[in-house]
DNA sequence: ATCAAATTCAAACAGGCGTTTAAAATAGCG
DNA sequence: CGCTATTTTAAACGCCTGTTTGAATTTGAT
């Protein structure tokens, strides 16, 4: 194993869990049994280790998600909302096998980039992988065709909201659930909770 | 104006614009204009000022929304959904008199405290305020029976979730919203927009 | 006015931060 | 092997963090 994803391995799991601003470099290379100095002579800076740690998980993710919207975009059919949220399920599961806990490893990211160093994660993806989010459009405006681009970038931002709020804190919203209702639930079990949540979100009248 | 408030009031418009670990003692003294010692001296350490600030704006929120929940669930004809959701908006909104960009400033501190300093907010809000937790999930129980318990706590997470993400970056979103669409909005538009949303969300049919 | 209590203040504390340095170790090629 | 380029290492850098100290000041009641 590298040094470089021996970093990464260890930067990803702490980032996660206590978010950037809250994750020190001495506590990556720590976990990752690596020299403090070694961060800079690889990455540069803290700032450039982000980006690379999300950037290993949108490699991986975005031709998938993309290829999966690309064919509702591109099939005769009308697809429903369901449709096109159960879209990411397939990809986002994948990153399962990409890297154990993947999923919620990389959703968890995304949420605390969302809320983290003030939205230049958001910034990095809608830049870097304009694609994914034309595509994702585009598909739920066939599946909803009345719904206004106002409208839709309102509802689609909720969407984001739910998933990567729910997801940042999932660890602990599946042990509460797990102490409560005495079930055991897991990332996959999440996603198929909250897909008809947002789908109805989503499809919701139109207000006036 | 006392210390104490002075303390209170920069410390919430830094913590709410960039986070509780991203916001230092000295910024917060250096805007209130007062000593760097006084925040120790008033409140002991950084995590009381915290809970100092989140409780400034419970102690306001938290009476006004549990008796507009009571009213729900006193009343005698069953509410929908969205009278369930539409009760937040007069308490929330009374936050605006209560003090300037009261309502985004709180809802912002709220989505911090969720993901900022793993979840101690969270324990602090479920804690020290239950009363409005229990009326509402009882309010939405009235609202939607045949949703069951474990349901209803994931989908209320999620609705949570959707609810302090966007506000979190409510100011982000308006910005956008406004180039975009070349249409003022404010935080009552944002409310009033996610509103039927969430609602349709809870009210998803169940999943099988 | 007096005296004690409450508050403010400048200064320093110990410790953590991201980053840099220059020497030591390792690797790869002729 | 010998030599160069890459990588690893320990140590230090300057800066910022939350907190504490003890003296100066202000306050409020007698």
Redesign the pocket.
């Known amino acids: 194993m ?3 994803n021996k970093i990464l391995d260890a930067a990803e799991v702490l980032f996660a869990d206590k978010g950037f601003n809250g ?5 990556i290379t720590s976990l990752g049994e ?9 990455f ?4 450039e ?1 982000i980006k690379a740690v999300m950037s290993r998980y949108m490699n991986e993710l975005s031709p998938r998600l993309e290829s999966a919207l690309a064919a509702l975009c591109q099939d005769d059919v009308q697809p429903t909302l369901n449709d096109v949220f159960s879209a990411f399920i397939g990809p986002l599961l994948h990153l399962n096998e990409f890297k154990e806990n993947g999923t919620s490893t990389f959703l968890q990211l995304l949420g605390r980039g969302y809320t983290d160093s003030q939205g230049f994660l958001r910034w990095f993806l809608t830049t870097q992988y304009p694609d994914v989010f034309a595509h994702f459009t585009q598909a739920v405006h066939k599946a909803y065709p009345e719904l206004s681009a106002e409208e839709m970038f309102w509802r689609l931002h909720f969407t984001m909201g739910t998933i990567v709020f729910t997801m940042s804190s999932s660890d602990a919203l599946i042990d509460i659930a797990h102490s409560d209702f005495e079930r055991e639930v897991d990332i996959a079990g999440v996603i198929k909770q909250v897909i008809p949540y947002v789908a109805a979100g989503v499809a919701a009248p139109i207000a006036f």
């Open positions: 590298s040094t470089k994750t020190s470099l001495r506590e690596v020299n403090l100095a070694a961060v800079n002579y690889h540069g800076s803290k700032k280790l």
